[in-house]
């Protein structure tokens, strides 16, 4: 079994910032590629931002430029810089991970950690 535990979230103003940390831990032989998404009540969970084992990195069109996601050096563990806040930024982000164990891939999810951006 795998977990993942995000951290970091809470409240800050528009323009502020927030960094979350998420990190993996369990059954784990390699993790291909980390991530972060975000949902609001009524929307589905968007990607905010992705990156690679070999840190190529991807984001969300509404965060580019903003939002900067990398990996610790032992590759269990993911950040997502959060700069430039906005309203629209509200929401529970969730951790992902694509996990190898064996010869098997699972996709993992956190549970989830509150980013309010509010004046």
């Known amino acids: 079994q795998v977990q993942l535990v995000e951290s970091g979230g809470g409240l800050a103003q528009p323009g502020g910032s927030l960094r979350l940390s998420c990190v993996a831990s369990?059954?784990?032989?390699?993790?291909?590629?980390m991530g972060w998404y975000r949902q609001v009540p009524g929307n589905r969970r968007e990607l905010v931002a992705a990156?690679?084992?070999?840190?190529?990195?991807h984001y969300g069109t509404p965060v580019s430029g903003r939002f900067i996601i990398s990996r610790g050096d032992a590759k269990s563990t993911v950040f997502l810089q959060m700069n430039k806040l906005e309203f629209g930024d509200t929401g529970v982000y969730y951790c992902?991970?694509?996990?190898?164990?064996?010869?098997?891939?699972?996709?993992?999810w956190g549970q989830g950690t509150q980013v309010t951006v509010s004046t």
């Open positions: 992902n991970a694509d996990v190898q164990t064996g010869m098997v891939l699972t996709d993992y």
């Open positions: 990156i690679t084992f070999l840190n190529n990195t």
């Open positions: 369990g059954d784990i032989d390699n993790i291909n590629a």
